[in-house]
């Protein structure tokens, strides 16, 4: 069983830059695809971010890339996710999730079978 831990989450203020982490165990990250999701209030999740334990290839959605950036600690054991020129659709609950590598069809979440518990984002003025 893979466990994924999310940390990082706070209140902050527009043009501010947050980094989330997620702590994984249980298993190695080698053949599995870390994706970071976010749910706004009242809207559905969705994907912002994946990598790929295997070859370490990242994938964001289009509307994040230019500020958002998921990397890995060598270890591979906790995967961040830098977000810079933080505005208010930022807000919302961030989650970490695990795929087996080749079953992901981004940014679909159905191939996510681990999820943590996911961190509060706010950016409030």
């Known amino acids: 069983q893979l466990q994924l831990v999310e940390d990082g989450g706070d209140s902050a203020l527009p043009g501010d830059s947050l980094r989330l982490s997620c702590r994984t165990s249980?298993?190695?990250?080698?053949?599995?695809?870390i994706g970071w999701f976010r749910q706004a209030p009242g809207k559905e999740r969705e994907g912002v971010a994946y990598?790929?334990?295997?070859?370490?290839?990242?994938r964001y959605r289009e509307s994040v890339k230019d500020r958002f950036t998921i990397s890995r600690d060598s270890a591979k054991t906790t995967i961040y996710l830098q977000i810079i020129n933080l505005n208010s659709d930022d807000t919302g609950v961030y989650y970490c999730?695990?795929?087996?590598?080749?079953?992901?069809?981004?940014?679909?979440?159905?191939?996510?079978?681990?999820w943590g518990r996911g961190t509060q984002v706010t950016v409030t003025s």
């Open positions: 999730a695990a795929a087996p590598v080749g079953g992901v069809a981004w940014p679909a979440s159905d191939a996510f079978e681990y």
């Open positions: 249980g298993r190695s990250l080698d053949t599995y695809v």
């Open positions: 990598i790929s334990g295997s070859n370490d290839a990242t």
